[in-house]
């Protein structure tokens, strides 16, 4: 198998030896969901995309959908193809993307979904009252570039940007992932299919009280409200004064 160059996000593709299942041979789909920024992804089956009924409309919405199918097929290299190969790329991780939200509705990939739940790969709630609850991909629309990945808490229910802790130390970055690829169905479905894993509401938290050198700080915003208050008050005396003298 030739070397699979890539970035993060963007999968610039070799090709594999071998297109036979039973193969050592690392596929297209194995390599992709390995590469940092592509933890959110799970492996979709290779029978699941040869089904050309689970393709049904996406080669409208995919540009050189064959090229990019052949490569996740392991079937073709974007070399051999005269092409932009940064576009190409964009196009193979938008078909695999879109692949993968239906893939997910699954029951099999539902429990692809639920081990990645369990191993924390999506991320926890920061809120405080969530008390580190996992937290579940989703998309705010299942159209492409429409808006990035998020993730549903299903203790507070709130959607918040995505992030994923990598490395042993905790550090977080930014999951650069199109929402598309989850859809706006995944989370609740799959809460749907495994309610056990639906957790209490969160416990209340008192208010936080912000303050310097142990004083309590005032609300910054009532004090913006009132001097731009104070400020239209005054305006609004010396146009009164102003319209009196003209008088």
Known sequence: MSHRHGGRGHAHVGVSSSSDDSS??????????????NEFFCEVDRRYIQDNFNLYGLREKIPNFKMCLDIILDKADIDQFDVDNNALDKNVQDLYGLIHARFILTKRGQDRMLRKF???????????????????????????????????????????????RTSPSGYDHEVELDGAYFGTTFP?????????????????????VPRVFGFRVRDLRDSRSKRKSSTTSADRRKREHRAEKMA
């Open 24 to 37: 050592d041979a690392e596929t297209w789909v194995e390599w992709f969901c390995r590469q940092e920024g």
């Open 188 to 208: 609740h479905l799959f809460l749907m299919q495994y309610p056990t894993l639906v957790p209490e509401p969160p416990n209340k938290v008192a208010k936080y």
């Open 118 to 164: 369990r191993d924390l790969h999506f991320g926890i709630c920061p809120l405080l009252g969530c008390e580190a609850t996992p937290v579940l991909p989703v998309g705010l629309h299942d159209s492409l570039d429409q808006s990035p990945a998020m993730v549903y808490c299903p203790r507070c229910r709130q959607v918040m940007l995505a992030s994923h």
